[in-house]
């Protein structure tokens, strides 16, 4: 797809996880292309992170502003050096985390083009540890840029299904490989000040980086000031993302929910964790897991919040599980996605 056509205009393949069909996927992302696939996370749309062309198709795709950078997935450390120079704490972090869920903000090298990065010095990398992700990136034989392979500010994609839904038509391929397995975006990590700065919580949690690096802060975004946005210091730190098409109302506890639904007027969904109750029938339900097990939660949130949409709720009722390890990062997506402006 050059960057003049419509993403509206393409055919979407839908492929399989055959070594052919990771030839075919490689082969259009060598050629400029973009294709979704699957990470241990969510699943990513990917293009060639070194070719400008590539990643602009990237931004149309998804109507993404310039000002959000995009993370650079790689599978080796010959991809790694091609894109960013290494500091001695990122090689700790790396030798402890990687292939995983975190994504590090190093210093780029020249060969990132600026649209990456959103014009600012570091750019985010991180190695998937998804098989296929894995497959992906040796066969393409480049780094590859994936932001979630949904629309900007929608909820993220956790199925192929998922991303047929918002890109159907707009993207050049996608790699059916079943559901993702951790549910939620990489941690993003600045390691370079001290204290390192937690752009967005994940699996990768405060405790697991300071036990290998040293303390963590925890971004707070500044007040918006003008109304031109300025370019983000980091990837995954929107005001309001992740959005389902419903409003999302988010609850501290079973009464706090049962209070919310007498007040609550519409078509009303329920994210329902294992155990609690509802004395209404006339709700949209779907069946989430135990409220003291974020791993379980964070699996499902995006395709629960997904669900409710596809029933036509206008309003979803979500609890928030506690701020603490894989919760922080539930809570994260949630409260950007209720966000309002």
């Known amino acids: 797809m050059s960057k003049h056509d419509s993403p509206a205009e393409r055919e979407t393949l839908r492929l399989s996880t055959s070594p052919q069909d990771i030839t075919r996927a490689a082969e259009i992302l060598r050629n400029g292309g973009t294709v979704a696939f699957p990470t241990e996370t969510v699943y990513g749309l990917g293009a060639n992170a070194l070719d400008p062309n590539a990643v602009a198709n990237i931004f149309l795709a998804k109507n993404r502003p310039h000002w959000d950078p995009l993370i650079v997935h790689v599978s080796n450390r010959a991809m790694l050096d091609e894109v960013a120079t290494v500091s001695d704490r990122a090689e700790r972090l790396i030798k402890a985390f990687w292939p995983g ?52 500010g929608h909820t993220s994609p956790t199925t192929a299904a998922h991303v047929l839904q918002d890109l159907d038509h707009r993207i050049d391929a996608v790699i059916d490989g079943g559901a993702t397995s951790v549910g ?116 499902t949130l995006f395709a629960g919040l997904r669900d409710l949409d596809d029933r036509g709720v206008t309003t979803i009722l979500c609890p928030l599980p506690k701020p603490e390890g894989l919760g922080l990062a ?7 996605a209720a966000k309002t402006n």
């Open 184 to 299: 939620v975006e990489s941690t993003v990590l600045d390691p370079n000040p001290s204290p390192m700065v937690l752009y967005r919580p994940g699996a990768i949690t405060p405790a697991m980086l300071e036990s290998i690096a040293g303390p963590v802060t925890i971004y707070t975004a500044p007040q918006q000031t003008t109304s031109t946005p300025q370019s983000l210091p980091s990837p995954g730190v929107g005001i309001r993302h992740y959005a389902p098409r419903a409003r999302l109302i988010l609850v501290d506890n079973e009464a706090d929910l049962n209070s919310h639904l007498a007040a609550t007027e519409g078509r009303i969904g329920v994210m329902l964790p294992q155990g609690w109750t509802i004395p209404t029938s006339h709700v949209e339900v779907f069946r989430w897991s135990s409220i003291e097990d974020p791993t379980a939660l964070a699996q």
């Open 101 to 152: 869920p975190l994504t590090l903000l190093l210093q780029r090298t020249e060969k990132i083009p600026d649209a990456v990065t959103a014009n600012r010095p570091l750019v985010g990398v991180r190695m998937p540890a998804h098989p296929l992700a894995q497959a992906l990136l040796e066969a393409t034989g480049l780094p590859l840029a994936a932001p979630s392979a949904n629309r900007f």
């Open 330 to 336: 539930i809570r994260d997506r949630l409260k950007k």
